[in-house]
T-cell receptor, first 111, second 113 residues
Framework: SQKIEQNSEALNIQEGKTATLTCNYT??????LQWYRQDPGRGPVFLLL?????KEKRKERLKVTFDTTLKQSLFHITASQPADSATYLC??????????FGAGTTVTVRA | DTGVSQDPRHKITKRGQNVTFRCDPI?????LYWYRQTLGQGPEFLTY????????KSRLLSDRFSAERPKGSFSTLEIQRTEQGDSAMYLC???????????FGNGTRLTVT
């Protein structure tokens, strides 16, 4: 069966450190992978999209890698700030053109 | 671009009642999606539209759920004979096309008592 798995444990880090989140998938061959941020009581907000032929993508303090051999994406938040505290979701396009999401990883950045 | 709006933000209903939610997508977006999210889980796909055509409905979705998108504009999601297990956040999202990111609304939180 198809699965998308993210870090099951919440991540608590000190301000200024780098947070690294993992997204693993099985039985998919996605053309691209997306990362979203979700704050409590709000809908997810798109952050980054990385295509299968791209190894790395950056946006400000965010970096995403995509390894189609390992079937894994890593999401990094560098120089983290308390405002980065949220749940981060990875999402893949499945065979029938819909986006499927992982359960998310909650990040808390301590001042 | 006023974003995706959903109405109502919260709905409390008694088991067995019918409820209807509305979603207004970003105006130039052709695709509209409905997702359901429960606590601690990611959004779960329910259905999506390309313009006014409903192209897929999740196999997990019971016949009590129906969605429409008349004229390819706003969409409604109706749940008939609600059950306590229907309690969740119902999220609507839109996108310009298949390869574009999704823009989500802030959801309708349904509580079935």
């Amino acid at each position: 069966s198809q699965k998308i798995e993210q870090n099951s444990e919440a991540l608590n880090i000190q301000e200024g450190k780098t947070a690294t989140l993992t997204c693993n998938y099985t039985n998919y061959s996605p053309a691209y992978l997306q990362w979203y941020r979700q704050d409590p009581g709000r809908g997810p907000v798109f952050l980054l999209l990385i295509r299968e032929n791209e190894k790395e993508k950056r946006k400000e303090r965010l970096k995403v890698t995509f390894d189609t051999t390992l079937k894994q994406s890593l999401f990094h938040i560098t120089a983290s700030q308390p405002a980065d505290s949220a749940t981060y979701l990875c999402a893949l396009e499945t065979n029938d053109y819909k986006l499927s999401f992982g359960a998310g990883t909650t990040v808390t950045v301590r001042a | 671009d006023t974003g995706v709006s959903q109405d109502p933000r919260h709905k409390i209903t008694k088991r067995g009642q019918n409820v209807t939610f509305r979603c207004d997508p970003i105006s130039e977006h052709n695709r509209l999606y409905w997702y359901r999210q429960t606590l601690g889980q990611g959004p779960e796909f329910l259905t999506y539209f390309q313009n006014e055509a409903q192209l897929e409905k999740s196999r997990l979705l019971s016949d009590r759920f129906s969605a429409e998108r008349p004229k390819g504009s706003f969409s409604t999601l109706e749940i008939q004979r609600t059950e306590q297990g229907d309690s969740a956040m119902y999220l609507c999202a839109s996108s310009f096309d298949r390869n574009s990111p999704l823009h989500f609304g802030n959801g309708t939180r349904l509580t079935v008592t």
